[in-house]
């Protein structure tokens, strides 16, 4: 019987900074998956789409060096000016394009989303997860 | 019941061991020419124990420099130093640094770094394009220098003869229209328009827009 209280003791013990991580801590995954954003897509969906997608990688240029989707295409805001002329070269009229940065907590695909469609580039869409979502689908 | 005494210290490090932040929420106003912003947030260990940090993490387009040490006795200061890349970024700006401590292990504080990058030229839009056959009709680039960036623009050429400029300056070197036309749509084109500024002086800025016939 003490052996039981104990365990339950123990239990509640790690039940205690377990719920608080589970409703404070900012990297706590999801419950369930979230509702898409405006404009975002899922990576389910995109791949559904074929390989007439562009991927664009708005990280830094050192991440997409390491390493990026296969035929994506580099741009980001630091480089704007040098890189948007290869996007221009790349992108072909009522293309969907597909951005993406480095985390859920990343805004950068939406700033990069957002000034392409400034530009009449459309349709633009964001990666929902990010590099993360397609590195752990691989 | 031993482990009651481990249970004891996970709930009242918080009490006995805190840091305490100067000035956690920092605001910016870089000026034209500036690449980067750095934040410094100072903190003291405020309680009686000493406090371990243990992790320090940051929204991207933000890097925080390696702490000198990680842990920090009672009444001992240091400092986070977090800079935020602001080149090709314009407007209002926020970004966090999460910095969880051994006192309080599943609440980190957050540093909130915000940055009102002023625009230094506007230009809208960046690219004009046309379909393959589409009416050749002319398109408008608008230019604006605001009136607190001390710049103009002193010309806007285009680097080929696949499309003519009709320039109109509606506040001479501050506010222009660029009428962008092309020779034809009959085949595709790839043009830029370079647009040079004054400013700042020494090494002026060049700004780019685009005409593409695709």
């Known amino acids: ?138 | 019941m031993r482990f009651l005494p481990f249970l004891f210290v996970l709930l009242t490090t918080p009490l006995f061991g805190q840091l305490k932040w100067e000035n956690p929420d920092q605001t910016f106003v870089p000026k034209p020419q500036d690449k980067e912003v750095i934040a410094r947030y100072r903190f003291t260990n405020a309680g009686t124990i000493p406090v371990t940090i243990s992790d320090v993490h940051t929204s991207c387009g933000c890097t925080t420099a390696a702490l000198q040490k990680k842990q920090y006795g009672p009444g001992e200061s240091g400092e986070i130093a977090a800079a935020f890349n602001i080149a090709g970024r314009t407007g209002h700006q926020e970004k966090d640094i999460y910095v969880t401590t051994s006192a309080a292990l599943l609440n980190p504080t957050v540093l909130r770094l915000k940055v009102d990058i002023p625009e230094s030229i506007k230009i809208e839009p960046q690219l004009v394009m046309w379909r393959l056959g589409d009416q050749p009709v002319a398109k408008t680039i608008r230019i604006a220098v605001p009136d607190e960036i001390p710049a103009k623009v002193v010309s806007v050429v285009t680097d080929n003869q696949a499309v003519k400029l009709d320039l109109r300056e509606i506040r001479p070197g501050k506010e222009l229209e660029v009428r962008v036309t092309p020779q034809g749509t009959t085949q595709a084109a790839a043009t830029t328009l370079v647009i040079r500024t004054d400013y700042p002086p020494g090494n002026p800025e060049t700004h780019y827009a685009y005409a593409r016939v695709k």
Request: proline share 6%; aromatic share 10%; with cysteine.
């Open chain 1, 1 to 138: 019987m003490k052996a039981v209280r104990q365990a339950l003791w123990i239990l509640l013990a790690a039940l205690v900074p377990a719920f608080l991580a589970s409703a404070f801590h900012p990297k706590r995954p999801a419950w369930s998956e979230d509702v898409l954003q405006p404009g975002e897509e899922r990576l389910g969906t995109v791949q559904s789409w074929g390989d007439s997608v562009l991927w664009v990688d708005a990280r830094s240029r050192k991440e997409f060096d390491t390493e990026h989707i296969p035929n994506a295409v580099l741009l980001n805001l630091e480089e704007w000016d040098q890189l948007f002329p290869a996007f221009l070269d790349r992108w072909q009229p009522n293309q969907k394009v597909v951005v993406y940065c480095s985390s859920l907590a990343c805004h950068m695909s939406e700033e990069v989303a957002d000034r392409l469609r400034r530009n009449s580039v459309e349709p633009v869409y964001v990666l929902k997860g990010g590099w993360e979502a397609w590195k752990s689908k691989r």
